[in-house]
């Protein structure tokens, strides 16, 4: 079989497809199909207009560190535009790194580096009490449900391996966009951070 008829077989395949896959992406960033993030205060991020962004769900333009400027305890931070990441120097021992956005997920990350010696199974209650701290400076209406699932136990730990702990706040509010991880894979520190996930 020649190429030219091949080509013939083939395109009317190739033009469904493409339709196919043309209808999703509109679906896709159809402002209609995302879910509101007014529910959890996440000031102005928004579904974006197709006609401005045709690659991203989620307004890069409006991911930016004025979600921060009125927090008092979080005020010496430096902001990484690039990386959308606010870097705050909490003390010798302690580093926070806070980062909002996204563009087909959109995510709200508060990530803890501390000491090799500060350990999960040693430190739990050091740990939930740091992520209940930055819960309520960044998740304010999310707050009350992240305190009650640590505090009446409504959480599933995983140790996905040696260095990674993963811990599922199982609170019907919170199941399906908040979680919460401990690595300790790096050599020189341990991680520990709670994150807000959308898409």
């Known amino acids: ?7 013939s077989y083939l395109f009317p395949f ?19 199909s995302v879910k509101s993030l007014t529910e959890k205060q996440i000031d102005t ?3 974006i207009n197709s006609d401005i962004n045709q690659d991203c769900i989620f307004d890069q ?19 990484d535009s690039i990386k959308k990441t606010a870097t705050i120097k909490i003390s ?3 580093i926070l790194k806070i980062h909002r ?4 997920h959109f995510s709200l990350n508060a990530e803890f580096t501390v000491p090799k010696s500060i350990t999960f199974d040693h430190h739990k209650e050091y740990i939930f009490s740091r992520i209940l701290w930055v819960s309520e400076l960044l998740y304010k209406s999310s707050f009350k449900a992240i305190k009650d699932a640590l505090k009446d136990n409504k959480i599933s730990i995983t140790q996905e391996s040696s260095h990674f ?6 609170h019907e509010e919170l199941y399906e966009s908040f979680f919460v991880t401990f690595k300790s894979d790096n050599t020189e520190y341990n991680t520990f951070s709670i994150s807000y996930y959308i898409n």
């Open 1 to 7: 079989m020649n190429i030219r008829l091949k080509f």
């Open 14 to 32: 190739l033009v469904f497809l493409n339709s196919c896959s043309y209808s999703k992406k509109q679906k896709e960033r159809d402002p209609k």
């Open 45 to 47: 991020i928004k579904p």
């Open 61 to 79: 333009s409006t991911q930016n560190d004025g979600f921060l400027k009125d927090i008092n305890e979080l005020k010496n931070y430096t902001w």
């Open 92 to 94: 010798d021992q302690e």
């Open 101 to 104: 956005g996204g563009c087909d």
């Open 165 to 170: 702990t993963f811990i599922s706040l199982t």
